[in-house]
């Protein structure tokens, strides 16, 4: 029987095997010793992954921009630069406002000044009284009682102990003569790089000029985005808008989109934030349609809510609305699509005894990148909260109006979309005329408090409305508390949704104005930083 001999050779290669083996077990044990000496002993400082660090960010200034008294242009509007022409006789705009103390009833530093920050009216210097609290939970207000401007203006409130400082300030234009007569009011609003403005109108009688403020020290450079009935358009001349600091720039929206009976403005800037808002007159004829401040309202989101939305006698609207040149002399929904999908949007009505049908059903499709009306004929008589929701997002705004007769002077008023109300708002409230706070609330019930402002700087006890879920509620604003001129609200809300507006009528005239309750005062905020190269 043969038997294989291994050769000298062939053992060399199994000791080499041999050996190669084993220097592969030292080297993967000496890994595994790295290994797991490396997840026992700590990383290098340099190499370690940290979470993002919250940074708390200074509170700021609170700061409102008014904007300037209404003015009729003169000659063509063919161009986008204004010329104006002298205001009349009786025009008459004045700014009214109110700064809420700490606890303990120190003020923050305020003021009331020009847009280039040239100061008009202090109101607390921030050091005055430093040692004056007037106790451990007391509020006290200082008062800005229609002051009269005549341009741009805004009140700024400093911030004190990490607290923006709750502080609102509205304007009051009105006019009993000329092709402005009428009634306009409008919050002053802080500025900001993106801001949606709805219901400008360019047809024949229908004027919108876009004022842009500045009030920071940065120039500004706005471009505009322009939607109509028939879909977004492109207008020359609407990008590279440059405002300089402490300036403010008018627009004609004709020489940018002549013809639009529905027209929104999504204003951005690039730099410094601006405050904006268009001017809008109707001129029907020779009769006076009214004039307004449209401002901006909220951002678009799936669901709009708008308050203050008073509705006059259905049959004498109808009969009005069917004349020549007033077809837009009638309340009505405008809806803004921005995206590129269609809305189905659903629009309920809550008035005091609950939800009103809407003759069309309440059910409409919003076309995408494009304005659409929904008329809101055949509601009866009114104050009324109008909410609006679709899966998609839109901007919405409600047109009101006042004045039955097709030859005497009327009135418009656009409502923006609002805020949900949450602790303490200021609202500020001009004198004379009709006042009336408007609160709805959609779903279930919410109660609101409002304590009056009063001119000697007091903050009035509370009182209290619980608003039932789908209504909407009515309360009239006294001239005077305990002696004293009622010059504002503070205005707190809890339970479900709930949306506020102030209404504004003048005695004997068919004037009107509708402003949103302005956002509450927001403490300090904290932002993630990462730091890296």
Same mark, same amino acid.
């Given at each position: 029987?043969?038997?294989?001999?291994?050769?000298?050779?062939?053992?060399?290669?199994?000791?080499?095997?041999?050996?190669?083996?084993?220097?592969?077990?030292?080297?993967?044990?000496?890994?595994?010793?790295?290994?797991? /000496?490396?997840?026992?002993?700590?990383?290098?400082?340099?190499?370690?992954?940290?979470?993002?660090?919250?940074?708390? @960010?200074?509170?700021?200034?609170?700061? &409102?921009?008014?904007?300037?008294?209404?003015?009729?242009?003169?000659?063509?509007?063919? &161009?986008?630069?204004?010329?104006?022409?002298?205001?009349?006789?009786?025009?008459?705009?004045?700014?009214?406002?109110?700064?809420?103390?700490?606890?303990?009833? @120190?003020?923050?530093?305020?003021?009331?000044?020009?847009?280039?920050? %040239?100061?008009?009216?202090?109101?607390?210097?921030?050091?005055?009284?430093?040692?004056?609290?007037?106790?451990?939970?007391?509020?006290?207000?200082?008062?800005?009682?229609?002051?009269?401007?005549?341009? /741009?203006?805004?009140?700024?409130?400093? !911030?004190?102990? =990490?607290?923006?400082?709750?502080?609102?300030?509205?304007?009051?234009?009105?006019?009993?003569?000329?092709?402005?007569?009428?009634?306009? !009011?409008?919050?002053?609003?802080?500025?900001?790089?993106?801001?949606?403005?709805? =219901?400008?109108? +360019?047809?024949?009688?229908? +004027?919108?000029?876009?004022?842009?403020?500045?009030?920071?020290?940065?120039?500004?450079?706005?471009?505009?985005?322009?939607?109509?009935?028939?879909?977004?358009?492109? /207008?020359?001349?609407?990008?590279?808008?440059?405002?300089?600091?402490?300036? +403010?720039?008018?627009?004609?929206?004709?020489?940018?989109?002549?013809?639009?009976? #529905?027209?929104?403005?999504?204003?951005?800037?690039?730099?410094?934030?601006?405050?904006?808002?268009? #001017?809008?007159?109707?001129?029907?004829?020779?009769?006076? =349609?009214?004039?307004?401040?449209?401002?901006?309202?909220?951002?678009?989101?799936?669901?709009?809510?708008?308050?203050?939305?008073?509705?006059?006698?259905?049959?004498?609207?109808?009969?009005?609305?069917?004349?020549?040149?007033?077809?837009?002399?009638?309340?009505?929904?405008?809806?803004?699509?921005?995206? #590129?999908?269609?809305?189905?949007?659903?629009?309920?009505?809550?008035?005091?005894?609950?939800?009103?049908?809407?003759?069309?059903?309440?059910?409409?499709?919003?076309?995408?990148?494009?304005?659409? *009306?929904?008329?809101?004929?055949?509601?009866?008589?009114?104050?009324?909260?109008?909410?609006?929701?679709?899966?998609?997002?839109?901007?919405?705004?409600?047109?009101? +109006?006042?004045?039955?007769?097709?030859?005497? !002077?009327?009135? @418009?008023?656009?409502?923006?979309?609002?805020?949900?109300?949450?602790?303490?708002?200021?609202?500020?409230?001009?004198?004379?005329?009709?006042?009336?706070?408007?609160?709805?609330?959609?779903?279930?019930?919410?109660?609101?408090?409002?304590?009056?402002? %009063?001119?000697?700087?007091?903050?009035?006890?509370?009182?209290?409305?619980?608003?039932?879920?789908?209504?909407?509620?009515?309360?009239?604003?006294?001239?005077?508390?305990?002696?004293? %001129?009622?010059?504002?609200?503070?205005?707190?809300?809890?339970?479900?949704?709930?949306?506020?507006?102030?209404?504004?009528?003048?005695?004997?005239?068919?004037?009107?104005?509708?402003?949103?309750?302005?956002?509450?005062?927001?403490?300090? *905020? #904290?932002?993630?930083?990462?730091?890296?190269?």
């Amino acid at each position: 029987m043969h038997k294989d001999k291994t050769p000298e050779g062939g053992n060399a290669s199994r000791k080499g095997l041999l050996t190669g083996l084993v220097s592969s077990a030292a080297i993967i044990a000496a890994a595994g010793g790295i290994i797991a /000496a490396g997840t026992l002993a700590p990383e290098p400082a340099g190499s370690r992954s940290l979470p993002a660090a919250l940074a708390a @960010v200074p509170a700021g200034s609170s700061v &409102g921009v008014c904007p300037g008294p209404a003015r009729l242009l003169e000659g063509t509007e063919a &161009g986008t630069d204004p010329q104006f022409s002298p205001k009349s006789a009786t025009a008459r705009s004045a700014v009214s406002g109110a700064v809420i103390s700490a606890p303990g009833g @120190v003020l923050p530093g305020s003021r009331l000044s020009a847009l280039d920050g %040239t100061a008009a009216v202090e109101i607390a210097r921030d050091d005055a009284q430093a040692g004056g609290a007037a106790g451990p939970q007391e509020l006290k207000a200082g008062v800005i009682e229609q002051r009269a401007v005549d341009a /741009a203006s805004v009140l700024s409130a400093d !911030a004190r102990n =990490g607290q923006k400082a709750s502080a609102a300030a509205l304007m009051k234009f009105s006019a009993t003569d000329g092709d402005l007569q009428g009634f306009a !009011a409008a919050n002053c609003q802080p500025p900001s790089n993106d801001v949606w403005l709805a =219901g400008a109108s +360019t047809t024949l009688g229908r +004027t919108s000029v876009l004022t842009l403020s500045n009030a920071s020290t940065t120039p500004a450079t706005v471009s505009l985005e322009l939607y109509g009935a028939k879909g977004q358009i492109q /207008a020359p001349g609407s990008r590279g808008l440059l405002v300089a600091p402490g300036s +403010t720039r008018s627009i004609v929206l004709a020489g940018l989109a002549p013809g639009e009976a #529905q027209l929104s403005v999504h204003v951005r800037s690039a730099g410094g934030p601006v405050a904006a808002a268009i #001017q809008q007159s109707v001129l029907r004829g020779l009769t006076p =349609g009214g004039v307004d401040f449209i401002s901006p309202g909220a951002a678009p989101a799936a669901r709009q809510v708008m308050t203050g939305i008073d509705i006059q006698d259905a049959g004498a609207l109808s009969s009005l609305t069917r004349e020549k040149g007033y077809e837009d002399a009638g309340p009505a929904l405008q809806i803004t699509v921005p995206g #590129q999908s269609d809305a189905v949007v659903e629009i309920k009505l809550f008035g005091r005894d609950g939800q009103k049908a809407l003759p069309g059903g309440g059910v409409v499709t919003a076309k995408a990148g494009s304005v659409t *009306e929904v008329s809101l004929a055949g509601v009866p008589t009114g104050h009324y909260t109008v909410a609006a929701s679709s899966d998609v997002s839109f901007v919405a705004a409600t047109r009101v +109006t006042r004045g039955l007769k097709d030859n005497q !002077a009327s009135d @418009v008023a656009w409502a923006a979309a609002g805020i949900r109300l949450g602790s303490q708002h200021v609202v500020p409230v001009p004198q004379g005329g009709k006042r009336i706070l408007i609160f709805g609330a959609l779903e279930d019930r919410a109660s609101i408090s409002y304590s009056a402002i %009063t001119a000697d700087g007091k903050i009035q006890a509370a009182s209290t409305a619980d608003i039932a879920g789908g209504t909407t509620t009515s309360i009239d604003v006294p001239e005077k508390v305990e002696e004293s %001129t009622v010059v504002g609200y503070i205005v707190s809300a809890s339970g479900d949704a709930a949306y506020g507006a102030l209404l504004l009528q003048q005695d004997g005239r068919e004037d009107i104005s509708s402003l949103a309750l302005m956002p509450a005062a927001s403490g300090q *905020e #904290q932002v993630p930083v990462t730091l890296g190269y």
